[in-house]
Every structure is written in structure tokens, then in C-alpha cells.
């Protein structure tokens, strides 16, 4: 069975700062694709980041970057520039294929960021 | 595109009442999924749509759950009975079936309180 792990519940980080937000993961699986998505009180969860098992360089998209670690099974989230609107909670998650090509998602128990001034 | 859209976004229920949730994904994405998510935890998959056909279903759904995709489009969620334990906040997504990295594009929610 697929996990995920975040191990910090909540961080802080002031404005114009980077941060990084820890990921663990543990599968069997040999092919594998982890996701970070953001999710503000509104409640809908919003894509970031995707890194495949077999990608050679970390993924970036914008300020978001993926700090993968194979060996490490760690898929640490960094943003740079933190802006007040990155407050939201973060969950990290890892596809598992389903019956006919389709994608079941695990999610770890996610870490609420809240950036200050 | 107009999103994934969920409603009602919030419903308030006594125990023992059936209750419905409505999803409308995103036109062409032809896979469709339910997750629930609980107070302080990430969403769980419940189950997944290919079209019309209902291909996965994870043992979190219990026999008084019941989803439905009739025509391919819009999906529906019903929980009959409801119990207390019910109270989450049920997550819509969906997905292009010729997607890259299987990014599920996912609605705001229904939340359901049940009292």
C-alpha cells in the first residue's frame, strides 16, 4: 500500500522567504508520480507540482520546485519569493493507477502554511 | 472551461436523512472521482468514473453510498441514512483521460454536517 507522510503540521515563513515543505513517501511500486496541491479555505484543492518516478530533473513551475530524493523516498515542496497569498494548506500526494488508466490519488495529512509580514 | 462544480456547497442534515451531492466536471475530461475529506486530514478516494461506468470504489463506501454518472456528464453522490460519522466535506474531481501525469482538476466541495 501507498503513504504519505508530512510531518509538520503547520510552518510559518515571512514574506519574500523561501520554504520547504517535507514529504516522505513509501510504495512498492517501480513507476510513480508524487503531486503537491495547495488547498486555501475555500476549500478546493489546486494543483502546484508534478514529479514522475522516472524524471531525471526535479520538477519547477514557477516558484514551485520539487526537491526529489529517490533513494531518500522524500518529494520536498520549495517556494521561493513566499507571498501572503501562499497561506493555505499544502498536501502532498502520490498516484496509484486504477482499473482502465485512471488515477487514485493518496494524500498525506498535509501542513498549513501561513506567511507573514 | 468553467471548473469543476460542486453543489450544494453546504448541507446540513439530521441523522437519518438521505442526502445528495451533485458534481459537474470539466466538459471534455471523461474520468470523474469522488473523495471524502475529514476534519485535519488529506481527501480519501472513495470511487472513479470512466464515462458512464463506475470501474473503482474503495471499501471507505459503504453500502449506503451510492454514485452515479448516468450519461458520461455529471455525477451524483448519495448518502442515505446519514449518520454523524457522514459529516465531511465531499470532494468532486476530474480528469482528461489523455492526461500526462493524471492531474485531477478537483471542485470546491460539498460539506456536509450532519446533526
Known amino acids: 500500500a501507498q503513504k504519505i507522510t508530512q510531518t509538520q503540521p503547520g510552518m510559518f515563513v515571512q514574506e519574500k522567504e523561501a520554504v520547504t515543505l517535507d514529504c516522505t513517501y513509501d510504495t512498492s511500486d517501480p513507476s510513480y508520480g508524487l503531486f503537491w496541491y495547495k488547498q486555501p479555505s475555500s476549500g478546493e484543492m489546486i494543483f502546484l507540482i508534478y514529479q514522475g518516478s522516472y524524471d531525471q530533473q526535479n520538477a519547477t513551475e514557477g516558484r514551485y520546485s520539487l526537491n526529489f530524493q529517490k533513494a531518500r523516498k522524500s518529494a520536498n515542496l520549495v517556494i521561493s519569493a513566499s507571498q501572503l497569498g501562499d497561506s493555505a494548506m499544502y498536501f502532498c500526494?502520490?498516484?496509484?493507477?486504477?482499473?482502465?488508466?485512471?488515477?487514485?490519488?493518496?494524500f498525506g495529512t498535509g501542513t498549513q502554511l501561513k506567511v507573514e509580514l | 472551461d468553467t471548473g469543476v462544480s460542486q453543489n450544494p456547497r453546504h448541507k446540513i442534515t439530521k441523522r437519518g436523512q438521505n442526502v445528495t451531492f451533485r458534481c459537474d466536471p470539466i466538459s471534455e475530461h471523461n474520468r470523474l472521482y469522488w473523495y471524502r475529506q475529514t476534519l485535519g486530514q488529506g481527501p480519501e478516494f472513495l470511487t472513479y468514473?470512466?464515462?458512464?461506468?463506475?470501474?473503482?470504489k474503495s471499501r471507505l463506501l459503504s453500502d449506503r453510498f451510492s454514485a452515479e454518472r448516468p450519461k458520461g456528464s455529471f455525477s451524483t453522490l448519495e448518502i442515505q441514512r446519514t449518520e454523524q460519522g457522514d459529516s465531511a466535506m465531499y470532494l468532486c474531481?476530474?480528469?482528461?483521460?489523455?492526461?500526462?501525469?493524471?492531474?485531477?482538476?478537483f471542485g470546491e466541495g460539498s460539506r456536509l454536517t450532519v446533526l
Open positions: 468514473f470512466q464515462n458512464e461506468a463506475q470501474l473503482e
Open positions: 500526494a502520490m498516484r496509484e493507477e486504477l482499473t482502465g488508466g485512471g488515477n487514485k490519488l493518496t
Open positions: 474531481a476530474s480528469e482528461k483521460r489523455q492526461g500526462d501525469t493524471g492531474e485531477l482538476f
